[in-house]
């Protein structure tokens, strides 16, 4: 059903889109007001298994609308939406969302499972990527306070090779974790605060 509502705002903004005057360096107002629809006005989506794009690596954002844009990285949901953009205005969506707050993580935690979730993300090494704080470089993106719902959807797609599109080192670094662990893993980095 949400593929639908998106299509509608998607033709009813399109207009929009090619009647504002694409300003270089800013984000088009009419293509953040089509994206805010799933990944929140914010930048901070409150919908299942769709990311927050609020200060995610610029660098991580650019390379992942290209790989949308070019097909891929297959996201059904955004079929369409970013057909012939230019780098440019990838790049300006990219600094945008860069620059957005991330919301305050949930504060409420299994005391256990939080636990279990920073000793393996310790054990695993994930901050020589991501960083000790898990806030993310270049073209790896920002665990920290990303949605517990997206950060398990995704580890699981990673670790089944179904992440088409996705840093293949990551299914090699999930391989023979189980999906108790990868749950801990999602529930600890979603409350880290970055």
Not at 61 to 78: A, K, S
Not at 107 to 125: C, H, I, P, T, Y
Request: charge should be positive.
């Amino acid at each position: 059903m949400r593929f639908f509502t998106i299509g509608k705002a998607w033709a009813f903004l399109g207009v929009a889109l090619l009647a504002t005057p694409f300003c270089w360096g800013q984000a088009n107002p009419a293509r953040v007001a089509v994206c805010g629809a799933c990944h929140g006005a914010n930048g901070n989506s409150q919908l299942k298994d769709v990311p927050s794009l609020a200060g995610q690596p610029k660098v991580f954002l650019e390379n992942q609308l290209v790989l949308i844009r070019e097909g891929m990285r297959d996201i059904p949901q955004m079929k369409g939406l970013l057909d012939n953009v230019p780098d440019a205005e990838l790049t300006a969506l990219a600094q945008h969302y860069a620059g957005l707050a991330v919301a305050k993580p949930p504060a409420q935690r299994k005391a256990d499972v939080f636990a279990r979730g920073e000793s393996l993300a310790k054990d695993m090494r994930c901050g020589i990527c991501h960083l000790p704080n898990y806030v993310g470089r270049e073209q790896m993106p920002r665990l920290a306070g990303q949605r517990e719902d997206y950060m398990l959807y995704t580890m699981r797609a990673m670790k089944s090779n179904q992440a088409v599109g996705r840093d293949p080192i990551m299914s090699a670094s999930l391989h023979g974790i189980s999906d108790g662990d990868l749950q801990a893993l999602a529930h600890y980095l979603a409350r880290v605060v970055p």
